[in-house]
């Protein structure tokens, strides 16, 4: 059996390091600048607003005008988030005319919203 501490995470009763076990999975980890890099990634998902402008992109390439009309915020804002994204590769721009017009940057972006939108809305068993 295993116990339980203060904390409510269940631990080992005799601590063994199982050798094998901990040397294959090291040679699977990747290197610590990419988990780094793939930490950053996930920090630009962490704000409501980039997730809001996220989500309509999922839906529709929209120009920065209908993104502010859409998310009741001023294209400023909604500009400076789109930098961010942006720069993190999960949304792209294009010119038409004197518009700006915004979508996500590929299926992994929007694959990354779908899983995580069905994750926390799936039903808990």
Request: include cysteine.
């Amino acid at each position: 059996m295993s116990e339980r501490y203060d904390i409510g995470v269940e631990c080992c009763e005799e601590p063994a390091v199982h050798r094998d076990l901990v040397s294959a999975v090291r040679e699977k980890l990747p290197a610590e600048n990419d988990m780094q890099d793939l930490a950053e990634l996930f920090k630009i998902f962490g704000d409501t607003t980039r997730i809001r402008i996220l989500f309509v992109l999922f839906e529709e390439e929209v120009c920065v005008c209908d993104l502010a009309e859409t998310l009741g915020m001023t294209q400023s804002a909604i500009s400076h988030q789109l930098k961010m994204l942006k720069a993190s590769g999960l949304v792209r721009a294009r010119r038409q005319g004197k518009s700006v017009f915004y979508s996500l940057a590929d299926a992994h972006v929007r694959t990354i919203i779908a899983q995580g939108w069905e994750h926390i809305t799936e039903d808990s068993v």
